[in-house]
């Protein structure tokens, strides 16, 4: 069977500042949705697609540092453009996967893709949860919080935790792994909505809207008093340098992502060195990638959180590849609430 | 007895700038060399203090995180200042101390040093070695190196280390530690002398001359074709941000000082974050204080690499109390080479 097979891509290389929907085009293709003899290709037919900022990294002309980790590497404008995934199989040439299998793994902003291989797809038991969430609490999302919370931050009880972009896909969890662990956690975001959401649903002991603040370091001494201990950071920039000016010794900081500065260029941060040897600070960026061997206990602990009501599911869930390009212009302008797909 | 203590103190704080001499004065009181009874002081004639580049920060007006550490606290103009060094007691009214013990603790820039209750003092066993290595390559710069070397960096056998300052009391020995762990080791100094100092006697595998160089992202690319792995800072800045940008994934920094922000205002090191989230790159700065529970360890390694020939020692000797402040503010135009004091 052929089908039309409609997929987002970039027109261009995007320059330093903020993508617009203008950037994007709509391409369709033809396809035929049949594996040939002797392949071992997989037909998927999508039905998630993880809508992330880093991929805005991916649309310009990569640095280097991006080249390593190849699933940060560039998009060839013109190209469909690859991200975390959730689908149904329609045909399979591996032996692994048979037809209507649900499997999660690197797909396309598309409708159907063809795995190569069928290699980097695991099959997905839904254990009673809503497809989303495999993608979401229960997927990288989750994972990458929980990782960087855990791994490079190494909470203990009763320390001072702050989260930015705490109503973002990896942010909110983040906070609520932080609540779980017995941590006093402050998060910020740029909407009151989003404020009144993380104090209120999401258990933050406190949350401000960083767009009302014109003095980021004055306003985190005001949040922490006695200073924080982690910093779980999104987003760089000046937040960066007011969060290393409010660190208690041995304080740690894990870099996920910095949205800040994938858009503006000039904008890095500069954080006060003196502070970081006095302090005998710790900064650490991370990737979800190492930590993928440690899934299957995520999804363990944290399905059994989520049957007792422990986290909350955000989620922002846009329908049709039609939608894609504009759910993700949205993410630069502060339009998520959690997950975006 | 009452002699005349010579001491060296700042006449006012000193700004954001290098430190002149015409900041210092020598100033004299009178002294009494014998302890009051009931009193647990320990009075101490010095023989070697150490002069580091760390107190230009305390001579400032201090920032809050230098608060949070005794050593680093500022210092009241026209007082003496305190620094690391080593003497002879003169007299004790302290049991542990008695007249003529050789002692290493925190004394100052002066002849005679009245410690109070003399708590913080340790006694000096010279196992056959120069008095002045006990500051030095036995001493708290050793430590400092090993510490920040072994501890913070983890370093691995075959494993690309560059170390900034390299001919400095901490950098020098550094280099020489990497080279016995098996690394490849690359230093960068002031002048010409120093580089052939590191290439030769020392044992660096390369060295530049950072004077010389335009454009420090290209030269750390000409001496590390296959990237770093370990950056040994000790000076912060540009030639921080050119590390960040040739560190190789999962690379680590420690962060040891900052000369070049110590006396510069707005140079500030702005490394590119996204580099270190993509490269899984870890900064942290460390302090000698939070490893001296192993110094007894750290003396019986090292004695025996100097017993054996393994490490070279580096001293810059000055003489007399006068020279102090022509020795500090020599620090700051790169005037010294190994230890100073």
Redesign the interface.
Same mark, same amino acid.
């Given at each position: 069977m052929e089908v039309t097979n409609k997929y987002v891509t970039v027109k261009t290389h995007i320059d330093g500042s903020s993508p617009q929907e203008s950037d994007f085009e709509l391409k369709t293709a033809a396809l035929n949705l049949s594996v040939e003899p002797g392949s071992k290709d997989v037909i998927v037919k999508n039905l998630y697609v993880s809508i992330d900022p880093y991929q805005i990294?991916r649309m310009k002309r990569v640095?280097s540092?991006?080249k390593? &980790?190849s699933t940060?590497d560039g998009i060839t404008p013109g190209q469909a453009i690859s991200a975390h995934g959730l689908g149904r199989v329609v045909a399979s040439g591996n032996p692994e996967f048979e037809k209507d299998d649900l499997v999660v793994g690197l797909i396309n902003w598309e409708e159907y893709t063809i795995v190569k291989g069928g290699n980097i797809l695991r099959k997905l038991d839904p254990m009673g949860f809503p497809l989303s969430y495999h993608l979401g609490v229960l997927g990288l999302s989750g994972l990458t919080a929980y990782a960087g919370f855990v791994e490079v931050c190494k909470p203990k009880k009763g320390e001072k935790v702050f989260v930015s972009a705490a109503c973002g896909s990896v942010g909110n969890l983040v906070g609520q792994y932080a609540k779980l662990f017995g941590c006093h956690v402050v998060g910020c975001a740029g909407t009151k909505q989003k404020v009144e959401l993380l104090k209120g649903k999401l258990g933050f002991d406190d949350a401000f809207n960083y767009k009302e603040e014109t003095d980021l370091k004055s306003t985190l001494k005001r949040y922490f008093p006695d200073g924080m201990d982690i910093y779980f950071d999104n987003v *760089?920039g000046k937040m960066?340098e007011a969060s290393v000016a409010n660190m208690n #010794?041995f304080g740690r900081i894990a &870099?996920?992502? $910095?949205i800040s500065?994938?858009t503006g260029i000039g904008e890095?941060?500069? #954080?006060?060195? $003196?502070? /970081? &040897?006095? %302090?005998?600070? %710790? /900064?650490? *960026?991370?990737?979800v990638i190492?930590y993928l061997k440690g899934m299957d206990d995520f999804i363990s602990t944290m399905s059994n959180h989520l049957s007792t009501g422990k986290i909350h599911v955000l989620e922002d869930i846009s329908q049709g590849v039609e939608s894609i390009s504009s759910a993700f212009v949205g993410l630069f302008q502060g339009d998520n609430v959690g997950k975006r797909w």
């Amino acid at each position: 069977m052929e089908v039309t097979n409609k997929y987002v891509t970039v027109k261009t290389h995007i320059d330093g500042s903020s993508p617009q929907e203008s950037d994007f085009e709509l391409k369709t293709a033809a396809l035929n949705l049949s594996v040939e003899p002797g392949s071992k290709d997989v037909i998927v037919k999508n039905l998630y697609v993880s809508i992330d900022p880093y991929q805005i990294n991916r649309m310009k002309r990569v640095c280097s540092s991006q080249k390593l &980790v190849s699933t940060a590497d560039g998009i060839t404008p013109g190209q469909a453009i690859s991200a975390h995934g959730l689908g149904r199989v329609v045909a399979s040439g591996n032996p692994e996967f048979e037809k209507d299998d649900l499997v999660v793994g690197l797909i396309n902003w598309e409708e159907y893709t063809i795995v190569k291989g069928g290699n980097i797809l695991r099959k997905l038991d839904p254990m009673g949860f809503p497809l989303s969430y495999h993608l979401g609490v229960l997927g990288l999302s989750g994972l990458t919080a929980y990782a960087g919370f855990v791994e490079v931050c190494k909470p203990k009880k009763g320390e001072k935790v702050f989260v930015s972009a705490a109503c973002g896909s990896v942010g909110n969890l983040v906070g609520q792994y932080a609540k779980l662990f017995g941590c006093h956690v402050v998060g910020c975001a740029g909407t009151k909505q989003k404020v009144e959401l993380l104090k209120g649903k999401l258990g933050f002991d406190d949350a401000f809207n960083y767009k009302e603040e014109t003095d980021l370091k004055s306003t985190l001494k005001r949040y922490f008093p006695d200073g924080m201990d982690i910093y779980f950071d999104n987003v *760089g920039g000046k937040m960066l340098e007011a969060s290393v000016a409010n660190m208690n #010794p041995f304080g740690r900081i894990a &870099v996920c992502g $910095i949205i800040s500065e994938y858009t503006g260029i000039g904008e890095r941060a500069a #954080p006060d060195m $003196i502070d /970081i &040897v006095y %302090k005998r600070l %710790k /900064i650490q *960026g991370f990737l979800v990638i190492d930590y993928l061997k440690g899934m299957d206990d995520f999804i363990s602990t944290m399905s059994n959180h989520l049957s007792t009501g422990k986290i909350h599911v955000l989620e922002d869930i846009s329908q049709g590849v039609e939608s894609i390009s504009s759910a993700f212009v949205g993410l630069f302008q502060g339009d998520n609430v959690g997950k975006r797909w």
